[in-house]
């Protein structure tokens, strides 16, 4: 699929294009990975005619999209809570809030309710209408729910499960009352193996069956022995794991330690 701004624009596409650039409603977009999502979010800002904002909630999210995390945009501290967002001097709204036309979130399956609530309010405090969700501004969300979801840590538990239903973005009280049409990419672009797909879709769905796990199975050497001289990677489900193979590999090391 091409990733210039001439891209092969299919149903889907288009459909998600005409909502966002003619009219105001809000859209959700989601598809399985490979669907093009990030290519139409390239696609929609290089030919946008509206005034639109890309954000994302991390670091490394947000420079895939050449944007902005979400509480660098809004101004929001790691310790943001509902009270403590401010309206800002006119000035300030006046030069960025008040002239958004949209707000793109990307990696939306990240995104807390909680967090999407403080975006509500920020926008009617400092946007164009008070009255209106997320200050009348369009909000375009991207992602699929079936990726990463947000973070809820310990103590945050059991507050969080006081005031919401899930901590999914779509369980935001601002959303209670919000009218949003809903876009599913379904063409996948990044596999052309129709067997591999379905397999991949069968695991994504929890729906695998035992002769699908067998053409997993059929690629496991299970009498391969690690050459240390390879450079093999490995993939692992806890950042625990990762830190205690590197770690094992770092103390074979025979040469002198160095710091930078």
């Known amino acids: 699929m091409k ?24 859209i959700f977009i989601t598809g399985r990975a490979g669907t093009g999502k990030s290519t139409l979010l390239t696609y929609l800002r290089k030919t946008t005619g509206k005034n639109m904002v890309y954000l994302a909630p991390t670091g490394v999210a947000a420079v895939n ?4 995390t979400i509480h660098s945009f809004f101004r929001f501290k790691p310790n943001i809570t ?4 401010k309206k800002l001097s006119s000035k300030k709204a006046d030069n960025i809030y008040k002239k958004l036309d949209a707000i793109v979130i ?19 405090l400092n946007g164009n209408n008070k009255d209106l969700p997320f200050g ?20 945050e538990r059991e507050i969080f499960r006081s005031q919401y239903q899930s901590r999914y973005f779509f369980d935001a009280k601002a959303l209670a009352d919000f009218s949003m049409e809903f ?29 699908q796990l067998g053409l997993l199975n ?19 489900t806890t950042n625990k794991m990762a830190r205690s193979i590197n770690d094992t590999q770092m103390r074979k090391l025979s040469s002198k330690l160095k710091s930078y």
């Open 218 to 236: 059929e690629r496991l050497k299970k009498d391969y022995e690690l050459n240390t001289d390879e450079l093999s990677i490995y993939l692992t």
């Open 136 to 155: 009348g501004a369009q909000m375009i969300f991207i992602g699929d729910l079936y990726q990463l979801p947000p973070v809820v840590t310990g103590p």
């Open 183 to 211: 876009i599913e990419l379904e063409k996948i672009y990044r596999q052309s193996d129709a067997d591999f797909i379905e397999l991949l879709n069968a695991i994504r769905n929890n729906t695998v069956t035992d002769e």
């Open 106 to 124: 990307d990696e939306i399956s990240m995104v807390r309710a909680d967090l999407l609530d403080y975006i509500d309010r920020f926008m009617r």
């Open 82 to 85: 509902y009270d403590k967002i």
């Open 3 to 26: 990733t210039e701004t001439t891209i092969e624009l299919n149903e889907y596409f288009k459909k998600a294009l005409d909502i966002i650039e003619n009219s105001d409603k809000n």
């Open 65 to 68: 999209i050449k944007g902005q």
